[in-house]
């Protein structure tokens, strides 16, 4: 008997959902939290938020962040603050995408996106830039040549950041506590506990049933 | 004094080696027959010992893919037979102990998660809960119960990691992509509550890095509809399978009393019928107040390791359904100044607090001098960790007592006398996951 029940199952799965995805033509839609190579933010007047403050570096695990902070040219400040990142580099053969920078850093200069997918063919390429990393005039980050963008991966930049940003403290969920982004604006906050009767799923993050299904939606 | 030395020269066995019989003496030679427990009389099957021109020796791995990550196998065959054998590790090793005297407390979960990568968040678990006795901080009872939620369907993608491998080590394809594709479901939850799929660096010193995402609770309701019903396939497939039973019964038997003098923990030790479960027998986090059973087998062969894994799935996904009835509402991380950076809205708000973020991010949290040993049982067995302080931001000592490494040394044991063929089914039932032997 056991051996015509294992059939059974065998044949059951023609007509169960597909799971896998044609890797790489398509793609599985990304967590909202998801953390992929970083980007350097902007204010909405388009100055940089990094302050040159180098805690992002003191802090790296991986020791792969190299920041060094300039004063201000007081006749074309590039920050708000009193010092800019005058030198900012990520060495992506070393990151291993904590985001303890992203913690870290008091004014959300640095985030990730959800792009994971880049490549490079030599040592160099791998260590990003404040070029690289800085976010375009539009606050998008730059599609670089090497890096495979898709529809929506730039969107949600500072997840993380609002995941975060309570540190534990129930009272502080829900709380917009970071500054406005270039072109995105001020990020809503995550609903927390606040949302935990609600059943209802947020915007655009994934659920697992649509994993467990193969992603197509 | 000269014949102690004598007896470590007779010993001495070359780590990496195994040295044919002319060149094996003393405690070595009486390896042969009972690998680390010495067993007296002769395997099963085996007329007399074969002379060095009857066997052969010959190595299984590195990379060989049903070790499970690069781990070697010397084995002394008998024609099928194996007779000695000898793990031997360290092809992973990278210091990982090491590089944990050298990051801060804050910094040390995004290393120790890295050991076990099957269940990173036992690892995370085990060096935060060191490093909170030594504090001596009373963690948010949301914390606790969010740990416990996220370290039992680690257990449960853990285990079905498990069931993927051994079913392929056996030549079960099906099981394979079965074992992955559940698995593939926890860690779409994983990587929406920390943004990784593994490594996730989400249980940190004081509680939990971020609150369990919107939407949360539908996931993991999905995931308790879901999985039992794809378990009646396992059992249908191979549990209830002659084939499968015929492939692993009284395959790499162990007995009690060989497990417990061995040191082996976790399924492989309660596949002997010892209950043995710190979830039970010490209870750590809020296990004592949910209810489960403890899986045991009873012949301790390859099939009964098999079994206990799929059945703990089942008392996972049961103790799920009480932490989601239980998980109070409140803070997820311990409120405490030095120990837990502030809210990001008070930074804007108070000089104190930024200085504490400042600080807390560049020196760390500094941990009063002390030392600690703390156990969990992980899907593999008792994982501890092993810390000592010496009052500054960084452990002076971190060590991590592996579960797979002790479960390593049952091998030779489990497969002398055995056929090469069912070797593999017995490296495979270990789970071992040489991330963490090696370390
Ligand atoms: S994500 Fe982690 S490893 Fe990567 S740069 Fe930031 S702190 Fe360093
Ligand atoms: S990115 Fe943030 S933490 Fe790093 S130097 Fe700039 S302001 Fe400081």
């Known amino acids: 008997m056991g051996y015509f029940e294992g059939f059974r199952v065998t044949f059951e799965q023609l007509f169960r959902p597909r799971v896998t995805i044609q890797y790489p033509e398509e793609k599985r839609p990304k967590a909202l939290r998801f953390h992929g190579r970083h980007v350097l933010n902007k204010y909405e007047d388009g100055m940089e938020k990094c302050i040159g403050c180098e805690l992002c570096a003191g802090v790296c695990p991986a020791r792969c962040i190299h920041v060094r902070g300039l004063d201000n040219p007081p006749d074309a400040p590039v920050s708000p603050g009193e010092r800019y990142g005058f030198v900012y580099e990520i060495n992506y053969l070393r990151c291993i995408h904590c985001d303890l920078c992203v913690e870290a850093c008091p004014t959300e200069a640095i985030t990730e996106s959800k792009l994971f997918e880049f490549s490079f063919s030599n040592r160099q390429d791998a260590i990003y830039t404040k070029d690289e990393l800085l976010v375009a005039d539009d606050g998008q980050p730059k599609h670089l040549p090497w890096e495979d963008w898709r529809e929506g991966e730039d969107l949600h930049t500072s997840a993380w950041v609002r995941a975060t940003a309570p540190n534990g403290d129930a009272d502080y969920e829900g709380r917009v506590a970071w500054s406005a982004e270039l072109g995105y604006g001020v990020r809503p906050p995550e609903a927390g506990q606040l949302g935990d009767d609600d059943a209802g799923a947020p915007i655009d993050d994934i659920t697992v049933e649509q994993v467990a299904e193969g992603g197509h939606h | ?439």
């Open chain 2, 1 to 439: 004094m000269a014949k102690t030395v004598d007896l470590i020269a007779e010993t001495a066995e070359p780590s990496q080696e195994m040295q044919p019989r002319s060149l094996t003496s003393g405690v070595e030679a009486l390896r042969e027959e009972g690998a680390v427990l010495r067993i007296p009389n002769l395997p099963e099957g085996v007329d007399e010992l074969p002379t060095e021109d009857e066997t052969m020796i010959i190595n299984m791995g590195p990379q060989h893919p049903s070790t499970h990550g690069v781990l070697r196998l010397m084995l002394e065959l008998d024609g099928e037979t194996v007779l000695r054998s000898k793990p031997i590790i360290g092809y992973l090793h990278t210091g990982m102990e090491k590089t944990g005297e050298d990051l801060t407390y804050l910094q040390g979960t995004t290393n120790t998660t890295r050991m076990d990568y099957l269940a990173p968040l036992f690892n995370e678990l085990v060096f935060s809960l060191a490093a909170e006795k030594l504090l001596d901080v009373e963690i948010p009872e949301r914390a606790t119960w969010i740990r416990m939620l996220m370290t039992e369907l680690n257990r449960i993608s853990s285990h079905f990691t498990f069931l993927a491998t051994n079913g392929m080590d056996l030549g079960a394809s099906t099981m394979m992509i079965f074992g992955f594709r559940e698995r593939e479901a926890l860690l779409a939850f994983f990587e929406k509550c920390s943004g990784l799929r593994m490594n996730h660096n989400y249980i940190r010193v004081g509680g939990v890095a971020a609150d369990l995402p919107d939407g949360w609770r539908d996931d993991v309701l999905f995931l308790l509809d879901d999985l039992p019903e794809r378990l009646i396939d396992y059992d249908t497939l191979f549990t209830g399978q002659t084939i499968w039973q015929e492939r692993s019964q009284g395959v790499g038997v162990l007995t009690a009393d060989e497990a417990i003098a061995l040191g082996v923990t976790g399924p492989i030790l309660r596949a002997t019928g010892v209950p043995w479960d710190l979830r039970r027998t010490m209870p750590y986090l809020f296990y004592d107040q949910v209810d489960f059973d403890v899986v045991v087998g009873t012949y301790g062969d390859t099939f009964d390791r098999y079994a206990i894994r799929v059945n703990e799935i089942r008392e996972s996904i049961r103790i799920v359904r009480q932490i989601l009835e239980r998980l109070p509402k409140g803070d997820y991380r311990v409120q405490d100044k030095k120990v837990t950076p502030p809210p990001r809205a008070r930074i804007d708000e108070s000089m104190e607090a930024l200085i504490h973020h400042f600080k807390l991010f560049t020196e760390g949290l500094k941990v009063p001098e002390g030392e600690v040993y703390v156990p969990i049982e992980s899907p593999r067995g008792e994982l501890g960790c092993y810390m000592v302080s010496d009052g500054t931001a960084k452990p002076y000592r971190m060590h991590i007592r592996g579960p797979s490494f002790v479960n390593l040394q049952a091998l030779p044991h489990l497969m002398h006398g055995g056929l090469v063929a069912d070797a593999v089914a017995v490296i495979s039932s270990c789970d071992p996951v040489l991330g963490e032997v090696d370390r």
